[in-house]
Each structure stands twice: as structure tokens, then as C-alpha cells.
């Protein structure tokens, strides 16, 4: 999505981050930071792409990876660029370059030359621009020409070929034309003793013949020694032309195998399995991760078939796609790989590998995703879980963005309030009972205001058919939360708990209304038995006066009466009191019973041995009464 542009990039890379920060890995952390800076500044968001860059910057200096902070220098550089804070720019750019010269950076310094061509060319200073400008064409040839070398080499190996072969060719014509000329010397001797033998008689003849016949071919001879001479300062020329391209070619050599050491460590050094394959599909190199992965040595690898590597269910995979990059296509997929003790994920890309023109065989390039899988199943299983329980939970889970519009509802929310989800999105003052609208607001307000504690509130929510319903709302900021963006609110119907509460208060004022009514009926008995009370005692007293003026009277004539009288008269005497005494007090004690409910009870509590009298004492000290 980063290299297309599009915007949902953002989205993966702040998970990728997330994750990454779960996980505490720096490296990861690092990447994730510098793609972010990268997407917001493809955006044109300068100011967040330097923010994103500074975070990937900590992470590289705390890893101490030279490269990475050169890379996010230069890019910090030209975001500064961007926002005209030439001297910023310039810094950071410098720096950058210190280290991709200290490293020997070819590309970076390339691009940094650009770069500080612009700035130069921003401060109006053209002639130092010009001069990095050049240093960047000079680096991009130079980059160019090492993309060459492999050309080249190929190019010269063929020279070599041609160059033996036609050393070959020389050395069989040499050895022709001496066996020629062998065979010609050889003929002719035999002749010449045939013609000595034959014609001795002619021996004159023979003789002149035979000089004139030794002359010629004295001559031919001479011709072909001359030849053969020639051909062999030819030859001797080659050789020396050879000598020189040989070490021309073992110089080349050297240089192959250090840029081929370098491969070999660099493809050893990436967490990448990568692979080459020829057109019969035979390993020709693989970097240590690949051996590894299949429990090979580099070497005991090279040379043997994909089949005889890979295990069954990989192999069947991979037939279905292998082949492909040989007619020029570029294939990638996920495999599982049982190599191992544990099963391993691996994401494999196949690409034609061209040679002179043509292809030759498929690169394969395998990374372990199953870190990355593992991972996108966990949110998987999250997001199914919380799903289950958003769609099983009796609250509505509610989703609200900064304009306080409601934008996710859980489908339970039709249940309490008749309303399909769709009609409630939106904004929810229509639905809001008019006299709770500002508590609502309110509410809203401080949600807004304070992101770090939830906020709850109770209000009266419209429904479609019986008219409003109780509701209580938690709701949470989490805006400047990245993964969620919103405000989260969780909403419970309450209304028969409003039932219940409102029951209890009426329940509560009717129990409040007996009580009143209650004491009032008993304040009002307690006056009346006071009432009462206090005429009993008066009537006691009154009695008590009177009995005692009778007594009074009896005793004085008990005093003039004979013995048999006065014994009569005490025993009237007795009598009299006992009876008064316990008529006036039955009624007065009935009347302070009633007045004072526990006063006996308490009193028999705390002194259980009391008499009657005693007790009786007890009522008239209680009553402020004198005990006499």
C-alpha cells in the first residue's frame, strides 16, 4: 500500500508498530517509525514525517546501526527541504554523508549529492551545487558501470575462449605443414634413390636433373621454413597477447571472487533464504539461511534437484509454480515448511534470472512469516472474540467520532429502543429527552476533556413505540488512540432499575407518612394517659388526705373507748388503709404503666429483689413526687 499510495498504509504500518512495541524489537520498531515517516511524507506532512523519523532515529542509535541512521538522516534532511529550513536540512544532510563516505555507501552518497545540490541550489550558492550535481552523475556512472561488471567478465571470458581456440587452431596448421613437408622430403629421397639406381648410366642427366630438382625444392623449402617462421612469430605473438589477457583475466578474477565473498556475506547476513536455480532446476548458489533451513551444508546442496531438497508437501506446492519464472513471470506465495521440528510459514517469491539476454533459471527469495502469522491470527481471534461478545452483550457498545457522531452501534440497541441501527448514526440530540439534552452535553464535555478516566451519566433515550427509556452511559476518550480513534461508550438499559428506584422513594415517603402518623396517634395517647395520670394522682392525693383525715378521726376516739373498743377500732383502723391504699393505687398504677411502657420492666432488670412498697417509691420519685 506504500509504494501505491494508498492511504489505508497507515493503518498497517501503526498495527506493524504495535505490535512491534509488544514485542520490544527495536530493529522492527526502527523499520515500522521510517515507513510511517515515508508515508507522511509521500502525503506532504513534512512536520509528522520528521516526528516519525526522530523515533526511528532513537531506535537506530540505541542499536547502534550506522546505515539506518545515515538513511534517516538524508530523509530528515529532505524533509526539512521540504519545509525551507535550509540550515536544518544542510545539517542532517551532512551528517548523513559523513557516514555513507565512513561506510562506503555508493548509492547513499549518489542521492545525498542530490540533495545537497537542491540545498545548495535553495541558498542561491549554484556553483556548489553544480559540483555536487557532478558528484552525483560520477557516482550514478560508477554505480552503473559495477552493474556492468558481471557483463564484462562474461565478455572477456568469452575473448579468452576465442583467443585459445585459435591457439589451438594455429598449433594443429603448424604441425600440418611440418607433416607435409615431412612426407614431401620423405618422397622425394625415395625417388631419388629409384632414379639413382634405375639410371646410374644417365648419371649426367640424373645429376643435372637432380640439382636442377634440389634447387627447386631447396627453394620450396626455403618458401615453407619462411611460412613456418612466420607462424611462429604469429604464434609467439598470441601467446604473449594471451600471457597478458590471462592475467588481465586472473586480476578480474580476484575481483569476482572479493564482490563474490561480499555477496556471500551480505545474502549470509539478511534474514532472507535466497536461492539459484539453473534451467533444469539444480541449486548453483544458495546463501547459509537456505542450507541451514534444510538441514544441508552449502556445498553437500549445490548441484542437486529442487526434489531431492524441498520436502513432499513443498515440493508439490512449489511444482505448481516453479516453472513459471522460466517463460519470464514473477511468482510469489506461502508455503508451509516441515523441515524442521516446528512447522515453519514461509513466504517464497520465484523471479526469472536473465543471462546474456536470455534466461537462465529462477531466483528464489523465502522469509519466514511465521512470526507474522502468528501474530495476524491473534488479532484474528481478538477480533472474533470481541465481535461474539459486542453481539452477545446486553449493552450497546457505541463508537463516537471528535463531531460527537455516532458511527458504530451493536445490533442490541434496536432492542432497547425500536430504532434500526442505521436510523440511530448520526448525531443523537433528536433522540435525547429535551430536558436531558444539556446533561447529555455536559457529559460530553468532560469526556472531551479528560482522556485518562471514564465518565457516566443517566438519561432518557427515545423510543420508536413507548415513548422514552432509561439509560446509562460509560463512555472513555481514546482519540488520540491511533488503532481505535473514537470515543467508546458502553450503554445499559436502566429502566426498571428507574422503576424500582422510583418505588422505593414512594414506598419510602408512604412509610414516612405512617411513622408521622403513628407518633402523632401515640404522642396523642400519651397525652391523654398523662391527662389521666395527673387526675389520678390528684384523686390519690385527695384520697390519701381524706383517709388520713379518717384515720385521724378514728384514733381520736380509739383514745376515749374502752380496751375491747380501741381493739376493735385498730382493727378498723388497719383495715380501712389497707383497703384505701390498694383501691387509689390500682388505678394509678394501671394510668403509669401506660404513660411510661417499660419503667417496671427496666426497674425488675436492674434490681430484681425489690418489694412492692419499694417499687412503689420507684413510681413516686419517678414521677417527682415526695416518698412520703
Known sequence: YLKLNNPEAITYLNKSLKIAEQLNDKYKIMNANESIGDFYFQEKKYKKAISAYEKALRMAQEVERQRSISDIWRKMGKAFLKLDEIDKALDFTRKSMAI?????????????????????????????????????????????????VKRITELEMNYKFEKEKQAIEFENQKKFVVHEAEAKMSRIIIISLIIVIMLMVWLAIILFRSYRFKHNTNLLLMQQKNEIEELNDEYLTVNEELKQTNEQLNATKLQVEERENLLIQITDNVPVFIALLDADLKYRFVNKRYAENFNFS???????????????????????HILKPLQGETISFENKNCNKNAEQIVQTTYLPYYHGGEIQGVVVCSIDITERKKAE??????????????????????????????????????????????????????????????????????????????????????????????????????????????????????????????????????????????????????????????????????????????????????????????????????????????????????????????????????????????????????LNMSSK
Open 377 to 622: 491470527q491473534l488479532i484474528k481471534d481478538s477480533e472474533e472474540k470481541l465481535n461474539l461478545i459486542i453481539k452477545n452483550s446486553n449493552d450497546i457498545f457505541v463508537l463516537v467520532n471528535e463531531k460527537g457522531e455516532q458511527y458504530f452501534i451493536s445490533d442490541v440497541a434496536e432492542k432497547y429502543t425500536g430504532y434500526s441501527v442505521e436510523e440511530l448514526k448520526g448525531a443523537i440530540n433528536d433522540v435525547i429527552f429535551p430536558n436531558d439534552v444539556e446533561i447529555v452535553q455536559q457529559h460530553w464535555n468532560r469526556v472531551l476533556l479528560n482522556k485518562k478516566n471514564s465518565d457516566t451519566i443517566q438519561y432518557r433515550h427515545k423510543h420508536k413505540e413507548k415513548g422514552y427509556v432509561w439509560f446509562e452511559a460509560v463512555a472513555q476518550n481514546f482519540l488520540d488512540n491511533p488503532a481505535i480513534n473514537s470515543v467508546v461508550a458502553n450503554i445499559r438499559d436502566i429502566t426498571e432499575r428507574k422503576k424500582i428506584e422510583q418505588a422505593l422513594v414512594e414506598s419510602e415517603k408512604e412509610k414516612k407518612r405512617l411513622l408521622q402518623s403513628e407518633i402523632e396517634r401515640v404522642n396523642s395517647e400519651l397525652e391523654n394517659n398523662q391527662k389521666a395520670m395527673t387526675v389520678a394522682t390528684l384523686k390519690l392525693l385527695q384520697n390519701s388526705e381524706r383517709d388520713a383525715h379518717t384515720i385521724n378521726q378514728l384514733v381520736e376516739i380509739e383514745k376515749n373507748t374502752n380496751a375491747e373498743g380501741k381493739k376493735l377500732i385498730s382493727a378498723l383502723i388497719a383495715n380501712y388503709k389497707r383497703m384505701s391504699f390498694n383501691s387509689n393505687w390500682d388505678e394509678f398504677e394501671l394510668l403509669f404503666e401506660k404513660t411510661h411502657l417499660d419503667f417496671y420492666d427496666s426497674l425488675n432488670a436492674k434490681f430484681p429483689t425489690l418489694t412492692g412498697n419499694e417499687r412503689k417509691i420507684c413510681a413516686f420519685l419517678k
Open 100 to 148: 555513507a563516505k565512513e561506510y562506503n555507501m555508493l548509492n547513499e552518497q549518489k542521492l545525498l549529492h542530490f540533495q545537497l545540490s537542491q540545498i545548495d541550489s535553495a541558498n542561491n550558492n549554484f556553483k556548489q551545487a553544480y559540483e555536487n550535481y557532478k558528484h552525483y552523475k560520477a557516482y550514478n556512472d560508477s554505480i552503473f558501470n559495477e552493474k556492468n
Open 298 to 320: 552449502r556445498k553437500k546442496i549445490i548441484g542437486k534437484k529442487v526434489a531431492d531438497v524441498l520436502d513432499t508437501q513443498s515440493c508439490s506446492v512449489s511444482a505448481a
